[in-house]
């Protein structure tokens, strides 16, 4: 931004020929912009949040864009010609909504909130609109950020309380037992799987590795964990760095 400060929310969308983002600046709203020849220009602004916009996650396959805010609200963003419409979304959050990830599958999205819940998001056909289950009184404080395992049930999460934990998502109706679901739809809905407490300060950023195998974390004291087996017997490495703080994991390959 012009004013040297770093966008609250981030997320880009690739197609063919064709590069556009999506980021919050510190705002209440989200802009889009697409990249022509040698410029960026501003394509639409989204704006329906009270407060500033904490999260973006824009699908690559449906095309929607999901919000969330400190109003403890989320949107689902749908483009219809020209517009990008707005669907509200049930979060039963009482505390601001911090962080928010599409399912591998899109037919669904975590939202990590300071309500120290994970609500997990889905299309309900029947009644046309977005309705959330919650994982509760797991965490000891807020859920910093969240990440789907490639099966489309297990969702790790970080939170300020130190700890990483992966849990069972699974939603009758909305998810099917396939192949690569494997054992994990034999955990009920919310049920802890794992919880790791490698990091003695705030843990930030989570990631799965492509194959499911392995599971990264950061922590604030300049530390991120990698864990493989984490559903059997968690066998965990650890990669100090120099810079502090570690906000993020992006991607790694194992």
Known sequence: MDDGSIPSGLDFHVGHL?????????TTEVHI????????EKLHVLAKHDQIVSGIDWSRSSNKIVTVSHDRNSYVWTQEGQDWVPTLVILKLNRAALCVHWSPKENKFAVGSGAKSVSICYYEQENNWWISKVIRKKHESSV?????HPNNIHLATTSTDGKCRVFSTIIKGVDTRGPQAGASVDWKFGEQIAQLDLSPTWAFGVRWSPSGKTLAYAGHSSMIYFVDDVEGSPAAQNLALRDLPLRDVDSFCF
Do not use: M, R
């Open 18 to 26: 064709l590069t556009v983002i999506a980021f919050c600046p510190n």
């Open 33 to 40: 912009y697409k990249f022509f020849t040698d410029k960026w």
């Open 144 to 148: 910093t950020s969240v990440a789907w």
